[in-house]
């Protein structure tokens, strides 16, 4: 089994930061390309970044130069630094992995969510 436990969500008045985490753990061999979604109530759920395994980056129009991806391969996990938050950044994060586990299964993953509350 692999397991995605993310951390670092809450409350932050606008203009705040947070810093989100996830880590990979159990049977997760190679990572490929990891990730962050978020679902705002009644809403699809989204794109926010994307960090491929060449460290290529990817970023949905409205959060470009406000939140950065990174990861950390030796720790197999993924950061993602949200800055001058707004309220409509507000959310439950997920985490997404797509990778392979040691016995040769390559596969999606997902984390359960963290929630992000921007408000005054």
């Known amino acids: 089994q692999v397991q995605l436990v993310e951390s670092g969500g809450g409350s932050v008045h606008p203009g705040g930061s947070l810093r989100l985490s996830c880590a990979a753990s159990g049977s997760i061999g190679s990572i490929y390309v990891m990730a962050w979604y978020r679902q705002a109530p009644g809403k699809e759920r989204e794109l926010v970044a994307r960090?491929?395994?060449?460290?290529?980056?990817n970023y949905s129009d409205s959060v470009k130069g406000r939140f950065t991806i990174s990861r950390d391969n030796a720790k197999n996990t993924v950061y993602l630094q949200m800055n001058s938050l707004k309220p409509e950044d507000t959310a439950v994060y997920y985490c997404y992995v797509d990778g392979r586990t040691i016995w040769g299964r390559r596969d999606d993953y997902w984390g359960r969510g963290t929630q992000v509350t921007v408000s005054s």
């Open positions: 960090i491929h395994s060449s460290d290529s980056t």
